[in-house]
Structures are given as structure tokens and as C-alpha cells.
């Protein structure tokens, strides 16, 4: 519990929300905004990424755009749960996984998958099928992604604290 | 299909290569890394943005170091489905729910929740439970995230285009 | 059982092969190959329309082509089955659900539909939806149609005649 | 999208409702309705064939005239999903077997099939278990088929373009 | 326990191993094979009633020659087991239900029924799911009636005492 | 059909309605109350068993007094259905299986079984699962059977001839 | 986490060992064995028991014996989750209910419970499924309870610690 | 049937109340309350352990203050019910599990878990998977434990007798 010797002041939590609402904000726009030095503002975010509040970052796309609009769930039923580390590294190498879980109840494995089309579906699907080990899988198709949206709970785990 | 009109060049794919490893990458570092002004990039990013391509960015956040290390999906029976917008607008008041879909197969609406134990898991299925509209929900606990990485995506997307 | 009393012979078993293979194939045609008049294919045919053997024809298209290549089944439960026939009319007015049985197991109604995408397809599963009676649907996507062909069975039909 | 280029007009879309309705009409029919020539309605039909939005056409059979007025669906479980082409083209030499997809959701294939009653559909579901690489099936029994029509979806596309 | 006090001798068996085989068999007979009285076996038989071992006796009948050689189990969900004696007096005035069981599991009533053909099988579903009380039901087929036959207990049975 | 040329007429219905009750009642009974000849109801009982309308009888008994008061039914899964009719004769070899159907839905085999208590019925079930080719079985228990009366199925049924 | 301040040292785990196996143990003994004084046993106990970790004992039953042996787990579903709290406490009134748990998965409460036989548990589940609130229960019958034993658990615990 | 023979009376279930209540309460305390001598009190506790109503004693534990918070039941699959008693031997030697029954329904073995958190219960998950002869297993997690209360049931019990 590295947060708890960790102390997040009023103002750590304004960079904060300023961050994770654009992580490319600069400094220079986040000193402005709260009348301190760009340094300030560079010390803090530093100590808030060795403390391992923030890890990094990531682009957000418009998947739609980018003919990306298919997404599905997919449960994943090994022929032996002593074979999930293995299956995890062959699931790795298929980039349209982008999320993968061990999980309680029928399924051993959970991934969301993201493809173009019900074609292309049917290949990643297939893909997964594949992988030694795996017995079967069984797949749920979004009809509409209505919320992807982490930003609402990180400002709230920051207002926590 | 915007995307179309919209041609990638090799430049851009570099360019979108550094950003999606890190999105706070100063223009002046991809600048000197591929031999051409600060400029460049920021008009090409600006073109990249324009057309619909990048949306945004988001910060990645060590949820375990913060104490949100359960992770849970809900799946939500409608009493009926004209229901479904104004339960998507109550969900989205639960900031604790950071995805969730339509979807074919036996739920109605399928969500992901991060909570901080089973304790915080139950009062958020409460949450959902007590939505007016919701008729029974079902939850399915992760027990490890083993892969939550969009970054291969991206990457074989614009290796596509 | 009128088929009992009418009895094809070797010439209404040809006639009928033809026709299955393309039904628009002219009577002449069939004459020639089968060393007959066009009025004898004829009289046939009629015989045959008569006997309720030959209901009709239906255009095949190529749905793909045509932009609706998405099908699903979906699953529709009844609050209650004495409203089976009222549903079952409404359901007849939706164009895009091109077949409709009563069925044992635990759906009460299985619908077959033909959409243009996930999105089209999420619009007429919610039309489903509300239809006054239906409590709830469950949806399975069709990743390919590997099979449609009823000319199979119709000539092992009129071969075992 | 070859569909983009092709632009059907008013006269191309008379034309195919009627074809819809009867695909044996003969042109000169159609003609006299249209008050157009019978070569122009050839001309068009063999356009509309050649743009692939015809494809063909099938005979329309009282199967329970017939006596074949059992219909199941037939749920099919693989050993391996790499095993689907291999069974896909075993199930395509059993006539009784009319409809059959790739699809998500439990089952691996999913097939419609017609019958004579409970005993012959016993002997066509056997013969779909004892193809190698299928591991169980599960069926479910129409009662009743209430809607087989796709003339109105026809009618919908053409109405449509 | 009133089993207990009654003690079945090797005459008794042998008497109920015929009477199992064939109800009708006259006394005669009996007293013939086992070289006793027919006054014997009338008392005996007499005894074994007023014990309660022998309860009546039932005619079996082919019914697949009385055209009814449809078969099907259908599981009853009510909307509150409360309604439960309820629902069972109007399942007991459908003469096609032979067999209702109050069951474990996902059912709340589990009946056997017997008709002539799907269409009937569907009147009687029908039936049943008009009831008052009923909420859903659901229905598994019979392809074959394999075994049906009480005689092989009633023999262990009494060699069991 | 055999029944379509046997032509039952009202004597024959209430010798049968007479039998239906009690298989045991002396033809001379019969006859007094019909006020026919005892021969007569010999004659009409013969043909009616040779026309395969009537095929034996059986003995109704108490098992809750016998103590075989525990009631299940076992849902059976094979490994592969070319394995039905062997495990179904090894089935046969179980006196405490009193029915056994081969059905559609999830189950290969539905078995009916009667035992003493708990501990007898897993012994029953393990039976069931140790036939090779059993894959798995699945078991639902009776906790009344609230109706087991063909006779009212017989009367509709011969009042319906 | 009281525990973290509370330390127990090689002595307690001797006296916790030994309580575990007989909780009637008395404190000469322990202090006979372990060759420290009675009074010494005492304390400890006390601040075990003050610490919280020993909150009271109960007496195992040979429930076989005592007519109790049928055993099972009943799923309950309510109407709506907001229930919950008040069904809890009607099922608290119920005693031959003696564990119950609100759960993930497709139960909302799932409780344990003791009768005497088939028809006892069915008036048991009766009583679940009457109180208001609870919408459907599913049952699942113990064969065997081939393990009830928390003492390994407890000297593992302990071991731990 | 050994309950048969022994009569409880009075004292009898007065001295059971108290130690069901606290099974470490002196016996001179016992008597005090009954106004009876501790040897009297003594010789009847004998006497109900000689006839096995009473079997031992447990030690109750807050699970939580030890941080064993974490509950889920585990249906175990096997690969063959002709393992079970192996596989229970397996079970049996995972100190976690505390209890484990042979059940009907689609379980074969069906345990209830106590772990420290998650990543805790994914291990004893994993071992369970692990043994030889189990196939999968599926997991429902407990939300919280709302009731573990045999006393209820003991007293009920006691005043039966």
C-alpha cells in the first residue's frame, strides 16, 4: 500500500483532472490555470508517476473511423486450467485482443475482441479457437458500444483519496 | 467513409508508432527522431486529429496500486428493451461502470465495473440492481486482467491502412 | 394425403428437375430435352400446380451484393403464449424477418433475420422487443451462411415419390 | 459495392416486384403491365442478372403436401473449429439439411432441417452426430412454421435502393 | 411400515411374478402351476391388497397403432409455487398429461404428455401454458420411447422383501 | 394403420371403459352389466388384442409402501450418439430405470428411475454413469409425483375413435 | 486488521490446536500437556477470545442419526435486489436454513439447508419460495456430504499467521 | 434407527439448549441452572454421546479478523463420476475447502472455498482444477455471508424429539 504513505494535496488532485482529461495538456497551460511554476507542476506529475499513481498513457480512437466497429465478447473454455499461462501468451499475439481475463463462473478465460466486420470476426474467433488447449468458445456481439469512458472514475478514485 | 479521401504516408504511420507508445512524447523529440521539423509533426497530427483519427488520450492508471483491484462484469436484464436508453443514462451516472454495451445473447446491456473488494463490488451491483427498468443481473468476476493493452491494435491498424 | 392418390412418372421426375434447377427455364426447352411437346410440359406442370405439389417460385438474390449480409436468429419469449398469434402478426409486418416458427425448447417464437449491419440489426431486434407480449429476445449471430439450398432436398423428394 | 454503380429506376424496380411475386411470368406479361416492349424487359433482367442483384430462382413446395412437414434446427458442437470446413462440406451431403450457418453464441454450426416426422428427423440428426469432428447436437422442433417469406424483405430492398 | 409386519413367503412371489407378467391371468392358472388351491391364491392376493402391495391395475396399450406416438416432456415455471396445488388440478383435467411431477431444479412442475402429432403436441402445450399461474413452459421431445417397462422393478422389488 | 379398418362400436367402448378401470374384472361381470353374453365380450376383447388395440396389462403398486418412494429423472450424455443403442441396452439391464426415451434438447437419453432413498439413487446414477459411452448425466429429483394415471388418456382416446 | 497488532506466539497455537480438535477441552489438560499453568491457559484464551479471534464454538451433531440427512442447496431469485435485506430476514426465521449467501452469478441469495426427507425439503423450499419478494428458486440435492470439516482450515489458518 | 430407543426428556433438552449455546459452559454451571447435581449433568451428556446425538465440537472464528473474507462455492465437473471417491481423496488435502458434497443437477462435486482474497481463491480454484479426473470447474462468489447459524436448527431439532 504505497498510497498510504502518499498524500495527494488539493492541488495534486487539479493536475490530476486536468491530466486525465488530455494527457498532452502542457505544463506551461496546467501552471497557468493554477497560478504555480510550470516546475511545480513537472515535480508533481514526476513524484505521482514513481509513486505509480500514473503509468502512462494511451491514444483514444474513433474506431468507427477507422472501419474498427465490430466489437464482441468472447468466453474462452480450456481443456485444462493448467494450460491458462500458455493460452494468455498465444492470446497476446493477436492484437485485435485488446482485453483479456481469468474469471470466475463457465468461462476460463473473457477477451473483447474488436474487428471490422462479422468476417473478420469469424477469423480472430477462429484464431482463438485454435490456440492448443482451448476447447471451445462462445461469443456475445456488442450491437453498441453506449460507454467506454475511464475518465469518470479516475476523477472519482482521486477525489477519494 | 472519411477514411478513405484520408492517405496515410510513411511518416504519419512513424509518427502515430511513437504516440501510441506514449502519448505525451514532446513533437520536438518525434521531430529529431525522424529528421523533420516540429512543425511537420504538429500539422500532421493537427491533419490526423481533423480527420477523425485520433480523438483524444487517456492516462493509464495502476488500479491495484490505488486500491481498485476488483473487476467484475455485470450482465443487465431489461424488463423491456424501450427501456434501454434511459438505463444506459443512469448507468452512466455510476462512474464506477467504465464500459458498457448492447449486446445479442441473453443480457441486455453488459457492463465492466472496477471496484475496490467484494464489499464495494456488491454496493455497485446494488447500484444497477436498483435502477428502475432493471429486472435481474448476473456478475461474472475477473480474477486476474491478464491483458488490457489497445497499443497492438493501433499498431496493426495503421500498419494496415 | 392427395399425393397418395397422384402418381408422378419418369417424365413428371424430369420435368421437375429441371424446373427446380431454374424455374424460369421456358417449356420448349424442357420438350426438347425430354423428346416431347411444350403443350405435354405444360399440361404437366398444371397437373402438378393442381395437385399442390408446385406452390410457386421466389427470386434468389445475392444478399451480399444487395448489402444485407448480416443475418441473425433470433430467440423471442412470450409473457404469455395465448399472445403467440397476436405476435406472430405483428412480426409478419416487419420485412426483415423472413421466417418465423413456434417452437418447443425455450424460446416460444425463433425468428430468422436479414439485416444490413449490427446496426440495422440492433434496430430490428428492438422492433422485436416492442412488440406488445414479447418479454424478452435472445440473439445469435450468423458468422456465414455456409448452406441455403433446398434444391437438394426437393429432388431427393421427388426421387423417393 | 458494385451496387453503387448500378442505379435501378422506376421501370427496373415494376419489373423485379413482379418477378418477385412470380418468376415464372413471362415477359411479354410484364411488358403489356409496363406498356413497354418485351425486349426491353429482357434487356433489363439481364442486366439486373449480370449486376449479380439476381441470382437465380426456386421452386416454392407444400412440403406438408409432400408429407415432409417435420422442420428442427439442429444446434451442432465441434470437437474443433478447425474441423468447420471439413463438417461443413459432410452436412452438405445430406439434403435434409436446407439452411446451415457458422454462428456465435453456443453452438459452432447451426442447421435447418425438414423431415418426413420424429423418426426420420431421429435418423438426419444420428447422421449429423456420426460426422467426424462433431461432438454433440442439440435440436430444437418447430411446432409450427407461422412465416417463410421473403418477398416482403424483396420488396423492402428493391423499395429501398 | 406396515411392510414391515407383512412377511411375503416363497408362494407369495411366485404368485406376484405371474400376476406382474399378466394381470388378467385367472386364479386357475395360477393354482395350477403352483400346484395350490385357487382359494389359496385368492386369499393371498386378497392379503397383498389389503396390505397395499397391490394397489389396481392398468391396461397397456400400443398407442403408436392409436396414432398417438407423440411424446414430450414439458417443464412448467409458475409464477409463485404457491399456485402449485392450483395448477396441478387444472393439468389433472388435461387428459393428454399422464405423468406431473412437483420437481427440483429449473422447473417448478415437470409433465410427460402424449398426442398424436405436432400440431396436437402444440394444442397441448397450449393448454398448459394457459393455465392461471403458469408463467412459462418448456418442452424437450421424445424421438423414441426406448424402455418403458415397470415389470423388471416389481420383479427386483419382491425379491428384494 | 390398422385402426383405420377396425371400426370400434359402443359395446366395444364401454367393454373398454370397464377394462380401463380394472383389468382384472371377470368377463361375466362385463357382460351382466352390458346385458350380453359373457362369449360376446370374449370375442370382442380377442379381436381388439389381436387389431394390437390392447397389448397386455400391468399391476399398479404402492411404492411409497414398498419403500421406493424416491423419484428422479437422470438426463444422460454420450460421448457420440452411434452409442445410443448399446448404452440403451445396457440401461435395460438397470430394474431401477423404468422409462428411457432418446430426445431432442441438451439430453441424448432421458431416463425416469425409482429408488429407496438418497444414498440408493446415487448408486443408481452412478450405475448410469459408469455405462461406457456415458459421458455425463445431469439429474432433476421429484419432490411429489402429484398425477400418474393413463387412464384418463385411454378413455379420451378410445371416446375420440 | 486487529491481527496485525495481535501476535501469537508457539504456546497459543499449541492451546489453539488443541481447542480446535475438542473445543471441551478443559484448561488442566492443555496446561498438563504443554507443562504451563492453568491460570496461564486462561488468560490466553481470554485475549484470543478478546482479539477476536475465537468468537464462540458450537457442537457438531451427527445429523444422520438424528433424522436430518437430506441435504440441499436452494438458489433463491428475487424480484428485485432492493428485497434483499428483507428477504434475509424471513429466511432467518426459517431454521432448517443454515447457511445462505448473497452471490454473484445467476442466484441472488443462496442458501443451505437441512430436512428429513423429500417431502420435509419440499415444504422447506415452499417456505422459501412464499416469502414475498422471492421470485423462483432452484434446487440442488446433496447425494453426499463427503466433507464438512473447517478444523484443517483452522490449524492451516493458524500456521499461517 | 437408535434415536428410536432413546427418549430425551426434559432435562435432557434443557442441558442440550445450553451447550448448544456455548459448548464450553461448566457443568457445574449446567446444574446450577437445573438445580440438579454435575454429575447428573455429566451422565446424561455421556449418554447422548454414547447414542451419537452428540458428535463433538467446533471452535467459531471470525473469518474475517484472520483476513479469510473471501467465500465462493465451486461446482466441479468430472471426467467421469467413476473418480469421484479419488477425486475427494484430492479435495480432501486442500485445507480451504471445508465442505464438499456428491449433488445432483449439472455439478458432480460441489464445495464451498474460504480464501484470503482474489488471487488467493484463483490458486485454490487452480488446485482443484488441477486434480487428475476433474474436467473444469465453475465458480459463484459470495457477496457476503448473511447467515451461518446451526444453533436454530439444533434447537428446532431437540424440540422435536
Known sequence: MIMAKFKLDEIDHQILDMLID?????????????????GTVHVRVKKMEEAGIIKGSSLTLDYQKLDYSFIAYVGVFLQNTSQTK??????????????????????????KIRAKDTMHAKEIIFMLDDIEGVYRTETM????ESLNDKKRLMHTIFNEL
Open 22 to 38: 488530455n494527457t498532452r495538456i502542457p505544463f506551461t497551460d496546467i501552471a497557468k490555470k493554477l497560478l504555480i511554476s510550470a
Open 86 to 111: 500458455f493460452v494468455l501468451e498465444r492470446i497476446n499475439n493477436i492484437p485485435y485482443v485488446t482485453v483479456a481475463h481469468i474469471t470466475t463462473g463457465k468461462f476460463n478465460i473473457f477477451c
Open 141 to 144: 456481439i456488442s450491437l453498441e
